[in-house]
Nanobody, 123 residues
Framework: QVRLVGSGGGLVQAGGSLRLSCAAS????????MGWFRQAPGKEREFVAT???????YYTDSVKGRFTIAKDDAKSTVYLQMSSLKPEDTAVYYCAAKNTIRDVITAVEYDFWGQGTQVTVSS
């Protein structure tokens, strides 16, 4: 059974930093494209970042230069380092996994999702 368990969210002031983690189990982690998405209240879930099987990374424009996605295959964990946080980054953040060699895939194509972790940035 595949499980993705997200952690690391919390309340932070604008300009601060947080590191989200997503620990995977029940899958061969190195085969998977891992993504981070977020959903703010009243808004649709949106793409944040992805890291491919070949370690290529992609970000939505609003987080480029502030967020960094990385993964540790030995720990079956993907991270999202978030810096210079803004109030508009406030959302529930979800990790997702897809067994694919493709670098970029859409949200609906991901096979597995974590439970979400809340990030709140105060102004």
């Amino acid at each position: 059974q595949v499980r993705l368990v997200g952690s690391g969210g919390g309340l932070v002031q604008a300009g601060g930093s947080l590191r989200l983690s997503c620990a995977a189990s029940g899958l061969t982690f190195s085969w998977y494209n891992m993504g981070w998405f977020r959903q703010a209240p009243g808004k649709e879930r949106e793409f944040v970042a992805t890291i491919s099987r070949s370690l290529n990374t992609y970000y939505t424009d609003s987080v480029k230069g502030r967020f960094t996605i990385a993964k540790d295959d030995a720990k079956s964990t993907v991270y999202l380092q978030m810096s210079s946080l803004k109030p508009e980054d406030t959302a529930v953040y979800y990790c997702a996994a897809k067994n694919t060699i493709r670098d970029v895939i859409t949200a609906v194509e991901y096979d597995f999702w974590g439970q979400g972790t809340q990030v709140t940035v105060s102004s």
